[in-house]
């Protein structure tokens, strides 16, 4: 969560008469999103997101982005939707960085999430992949079980073994066979891939609003789904809540019934989806300063859960 | 800027049921305050601005800053205006922070502000000035005159002397004879003591809003004008702008009219006013890591302005 980047008021007015959203009223630099600037943006018109993509995104996947949400819009999901200017165009140059401006969603992100709540996420994130199963548009997923032996051997590298030793020897085997394991061919589509508590709103129990779309991609339903009931449905302890992973799987197969390869994949997907975390963590929390302002998150809540995922047999144990 | 503090959903619920507020919609950490956390709140009732108070404010003070601002808005200044709960209670406890809630203000503030702007605040302080004799609350100022020798101690410790190897002499040198030459008597009030561009809102070229009030206290008014003037009035290269500084001088005067003796001081006001910020961005510059999320703000940029200062013959030379 940060604001990195200033935005001059003069630059702002300038750049907003390229659009239909009159004057700016207010624009509030919020904690939102790790990777981008982002402002709650007051015009005459309403209240909008504008963000600032910092360097951590490549300017080259943004079209993509735009049109996903643009899509899932379009067809009736609640993601921030891209607001065009004047000429129809959506991605522009604002303080020297990639920019946009993005329909503003109310509702508030829960710290502990009830079972009403993970019911709720199980129909849109079903509905969101009835929806992204239609969309023409592909990305590659950077961080597919493809890139994971790269990411163990960058988390390896410098003092990661010192400040994780009992975990290094037993990924290393893990990592050794899982990608022969990993299945060949499930239903694909477009993935949120980062559909964790922070990116989801609420207004009571029903989901308000779905941000921060930068880790979706193409890529198996299922891992997704693996993806959020990792995020969702764990204790602190490292714990399956299994009342809420049933309630959030029933509420999911309402809107897309898993197949047969699914059910009999999901244990190794989940252990996929602990695993990717886990790594990603490994590799952030040696690369995040101990005073940095963003907050490093702990490896060992993804390792708990991943030692969890190698004991289930079976789909039922997640039900 | 900076958000220090997350605020728990559930706990945010359960707070706002003791205000006339209705249910939380929304709730944003913003980047606005580095002393606070700051969140931009909306309710069914509208937006507000949510204040947690962190470990630089001292709790002892709050009921001073809450009737100000109180009185502040009573009497028409568009400043944060606190709001009570139900019980007319204003400070509260949130996520183990004290804490208040206060009116939104809308408005941008300005980078690089215009005459038009610089005659803007000059109303707006003198209107505060005029406003702030009659108000019954009092504070010592912590950063005044007597103050500076401690905080020119402080920043003598440690590495200071190396980073700024030609200030220190001069420095030491004139405190040596500032604190004598320094007004015992001047029409006195309460003073903003912070007000910079960052913390005053316009819509259009007029003042929408004035914020952050953490460094109001008891002193003299004329002091305070020489804060303003330091901070608005001057080029990026250190010499005054005299025609905004003039423009704002006689706008301040339309609602105040400064005395003789005002007058007579204001060179040393000015002086004052600039070693006041040189010092606590010295201290402040080598108590924050280059690489902390809140930016360090130069302190060359004030020893330009006290420089000038020292210089000057007399009020002529700003108007």
Known sequence: ??????????????????????????CKGIAEGVENSNFLLRTER???ILTLYEKRVDPGDLPFFMDVLGYFTANGLTCPRPIADKNGVVLHILAERHCAIFSFLEGLSVTRPSVAHVRAIGKTLGQMHKIGQTCPQTRNNPLSVASWPELLKEALSGKARDSFPNLFPALEEALADLPQQWPSELPSGLIHGDFFPDNVFFLGENVSGVIDFYFACTDFLAYDLAIVLNAW???????????KSSHFLESYERERPLTLPEKAAFPLLCQGAALRFLLTRLVDWLNTPANAFVRRKDPNEYALKWRFHRKTKGFDDYR
């Open 233 to 243: 449905c764990f204790e602190r302890d490292g714990s399956l809540n299994l009342t």
């Open 1 to 26: 969560m940060a604001v990195y980047t200033d935005v001059d008021d003069d630059d702002l007015r300038a750049f907003l008469e390229n659009y239909d959203l009159g004057a700016p009223i207010s």
């Open 46 to 48: 309403g209240q909008y």
